[in-house]
């Protein structure tokens, strides 16, 4: 059962502002290159939609996670404030004190995992809505 359940989870701090495992791996890839578009690259995610991200948690807590550094000789780049850092350990902490909550609460759930193929992906069809202008 250990190796086989993984915990991933989502803290929302009010109704404005979360961070979860993809916001705290951009953090932590952050903090690991000192580049936005590294860490994005790494994490096989478009440079704009880190930086949404980015400035997204910049924005909605009081402290900024990370800042710019400015361009020159070294090139510029991106650093975790010591909030990010924090955000980032807490976020850490936390999901190593659940790991052992899911093992206890879902072991008997565990021990019917189906053996054999890896798990497939059930694709759905789209609806495609007509517009208003075209229903007639």
């Known amino acids: 059962m ?19 495992a993809g916001k705290v791996e951009l953090l932590e890839g952050i903090a690991r290159t ?7 690259r790494e994490m096989r995610m478009s440079y704009r939609r880190a930086w949404l991200l980015l400035e997204d948690m910049n924005l909605c807590f009081d402290h900024p996670v990370a800042h710019a550094k400015v361009g020159g000789r070294g090139g510029g780049g991106v650093l975790l ?6 955000l980032v350990a807490g976020y850490r902490r936390l999901e190593s004190s659940l790991r052992p909550l899911a093992d206890a609460y879902l072991e008997d759930v565990g021990r019917h995992i189906k053996g054999g193929a890896p798990k497939r992906t059930i694709r759905t069809a789209s609806i495609k809505r007509k517009s208003p202008a075209r229903a007639r």
Do not use: E, I, Y
Not at 8 to 17: A, E, L, N, Q
Not at 34 to 40: I, K, P, R
């Open 2 to 20: 250990a190796s086989a359940l993984t915990v991933r989870f989502r803290v929302d701090f009010g109704s404005r502002c979360s961070v979860g």
């Open 81 to 86: 404030t010591s909030f990010g850092t924090r």
């Open 34 to 40: 000192g580049s936005l578009s590294q860490a994005a």
